[in-house]
């Protein structure tokens, strides 16, 4: 096959597990490239992005089995950052299947042989990730997860559904999983026209057919990078008003 993936693995765990699958012998498909950290956690949702960015097709992640992370909570907020990149990905057309998680503990050996020859397969079944068609698409996820909006909000959720805040007030799970995924798909809309606007003044309707988003959308989200200074009207073309990044 020729997909290649990259696989961040625990070096706590999965990345033993890795080394017995190999003194053990069991077999799974060269095709990934590992990169050992020392916890899931450390794993940035623009690590992920930038690992399909530059030549992956796929990226896995392998974590402690929850309740065994060495730095008690570092795969707990994997689960939720891995989840949004997902969520974006398929939003964005390129498709959730491309980037996995996995817990593998140091002791199984045969369950990391086994889960990267299926998941391997599973992207295989893909085929090699389009660039041409998505360069667009992950340009804007990159800068959607240096969105300090979203950073905020990926790192407060124990926070803000368990602990709470100052005046102890809590959200519950669902409801902050909504303004999460909310916020996520506004600064990605938001990352994809200023993307656009990066090849030269646009009107609504030539942001909305680089984007494949809806006319409506466009207007909505471009008023909102008007109000952060990030676009502006440049002035009419005949009689279509044409916009410019700007501030950047
Ligand atoms: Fe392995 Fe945190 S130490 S996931």
């Known amino acids: 096959m020729s997909e290649v993936i ?3 693995l625990c070096n706590w765990c999965s990345y033993a597990g890795a080394d017995l699958a190999g003194v053990s ?10 990169l050992r950290t020392m916890c899931s956690g450390r794993v ?6 930038e690992g399909l960015r530059s030549g992956f097709d796929a990226v896995f992640v392998y974590g402690c089995h929850i309740g065994d992370c060495h ?33 593998v503990s140091a002791a199984e050996g045969q369950e990391f042989a086994r889960s990267v020859s299926e998941l391997t397969e ?16 992950l340009s804007a996820l ?39 995924g909310a916020a996520a798909i ?9 993307e656009s606007l990066l090849q030269g003044p646009q009107s609504v309707r030539e942001i909305a057919a680089a984007c494949g988003l809806p006319v409506y959308t466009i207007s909505q989200r471009l008023a909102d990078v ?12 005949g009689n279509t008003p044409k916009f410019i990044r700007s501030g950047a």
Do not use: C
């Open 142 to 180: 990159s800068q959607t997860f240096e969105s300090s909006r979203l950073r905020w909000l990926l790192g407060m959720e124990r926070r803000l559904t368990e602990i709470g805040n100052v005046y102890d007030e809590k959200i519950d799970k669902r409801k902050y999983e909504e303004m999460l």
């Open 44 to 49: 940035d949702p623009l690590f992920i992005v």
């Open 122 to 137: 599973a992207v295989h079944g893909l085929g090699p990730l389009d660039r041409d068609r998505f360069g667009l698409h």
């Open 186 to 194: 506004e600064e990605y809309q938001k990352a994809l026209i200023l």
């Open 71 to 103: 730095y008690l909570e570092g795969n707990f907020h994997t689960s939720g950052r891995v989840e949004t990149v997902r969520k974006l990905l398929e939003f964005s057309g390129i498709g959730a299947d491309r980037v996995q998680l996995r817990w």
């Open 25 to 34: 012998r069991f077999q799974y498909p060269p095709s990934i490239r590992v």
């Open 6 to 8: 990259l696989a961040f």
């Open 226 to 237: 008007e109000k952060a200074g990030k676009a502006a009207f440049q002035g009419f073309e």
